[in-house]
């Protein structure tokens, strides 16, 4: 929040058509100064016309952006405090590292000395001063990110816009390269706004969140929140994996619900939602890892005996699809903690189990 406790930026009813199509509906949101906030969902959901809306690539067709209490709605780009750092990177391959970050110092009022000084502190800030006077080609895909992390730092703006920002890495060098983002991002203080179809690089990135769907705003909240306490089924089934049953509310019993789910067999207790009703239709969604699989019958109240059809080892952990007396799917993940390989699985082939999961463990949607 700004010293008078606005948002640092904050984005009002905005809407932007394309013709008759909308690509961005009514969304609203807050940011805070020094937050990282991403933008998540898949193609086509509007996240990168919201983000060049922001930029002023493109002017909405409705609603307004404050940045530090300053309506930006109508600036050029040029006179913005932002600037944004494409998926492409977008090098000169013909200059130096060096003359790459000092390229956007051009047009300020610096003396050569100061801009000199500028590109060598943002040159340590990324770890690339050993390599300032080498070409593009000449670094790793790794480096030639962070070259572009440093040109948009160069110029100090308010807020650094990230499109896609990790997307042209490989997935050892992209997770390595998360952490160095938020490195640098808290050494710097400047605000970051992240967009990403990348659901993991989302939650481990991001203070907060905003999953999008059809030009619309899901749901904004820390990746814990969003993971564990999705408010819809788009949103529980586009953040990592999870089961989904149709399920009708039977009563609430000691601050939970019970709740009856035909495809597990039987009745199961989960926890409470508010605005729920008796003798509603819901849906129960559990994620893989939160189903403990066994050959012997769990104290848990929600267990269901069934036979793993399918299985895949992936060495820190296994997958199990197992197929309930329902004729039921479920999957369930369990973590290899033991060495051994097939001797330190919970289950095998065809084998009799049994799924179980806490109450509190259980989601239950409304939608």
Not at 51 to 67: D, H, K, N, Q, V
Not at 132 to 161: F, N, Y
Not at 272 to 295: C, F, H, M, W, Y
Request: charged fraction near 25%; glycine fraction near 8%.
């Amino acid at each position: 929040m700004t010293a008078a406790g606005e948002p640092f930026l904050r984005i009002e009813n905005i809407s932007k058509f394309f013709g008759p199509f909308q690509a961005v509906k009514d969304v609203s949101l807050d940011v805070a100064k020094g937050e990282i906030f991403s933008l998540l969902g898949g193609s086509g959901c509007g996240k990168t016309t919201l983000l060049r809306m922001l930029a002023g690539f493109e002017e909405p067709t409705s609603g307004r952006i404050f940045l530090d209490g300053r309506d930006m709605t109508g600036v050029a780009p040029w006179d913005r405090p932002v600037h944004m750092m494409f998926q492409s990177y977008a090098l000169f391959p013909h200059m130096s590292v060096e003359k790459n970050v000092g390229y956007g110092l051009k047009h300020e009022r610096m003396s050569a000395d100061e801009k000199a000084a500028r590109v060598r502190e943002m040159l340590e800030l990324v770890q690339l001063l050993p390599f300032a006077t080498r070409k593009p080609h000449q670094i790793s895909g790794g480096q030639r990110q962070r070259v572009a992390l440093a040109r948009a730092l160069a110029r100090q703006p308010k807020l650094l816009l990230l499109d896609e920002p990790l997307a042209a890495l490989d997935k050892k060098l992209r997770e390595r390269t998360q952490f160095e983002l938020m490195s640098i991002q808290q050494r710097t203080g400047v605000t970051f706004i992240v967009v990403t179809h990348d659901q993991e690089e989302a939650m481990t990135l991001s203070d907060r969140i905003a999953v999008m769907d059809k030009g619309e705003v899901k749901q904004i909240g820390s990746p814990g929140d969003v993971y564990e306490f999705p408010n819809s089924r788009f949103v529980a089934d586009f953040i990592g994996s999870i089961t989904s049953f149709p399920a009708t509310i039977l009563a609430r019993q000691d601050a939970q619900l019970r709740l009856s789910v035909p495809a597990l067999g039987g009745e199961v207790l989960a926890r409470d939602v508010p605005g729920l009703n008796e003798g509603q239709d819901a849906t129960l969604a559990i994620r893989p890892e939160k189903l403990l699989i066994s050959k012997d019958r769990p104290d848990e109240v929600n267990a269901f005996e069934g036979t793993v059809k399918d299985l895949a080892y992936f060495g820190k952990d296994s997958l199990y699809r197992v197929i309930l007396r329902s004729g039921a799917l479920v999957q369930a993940h369990a973590v290899n903690a033991r060495r051994g390989g097939e001797a330190a699985r919970a289950a095998d082939w065809d084998d009799k189990v049994w799924i179980s999961f806490a109450p509190s463990s259980a989601i239950v949607l409304a939608e």
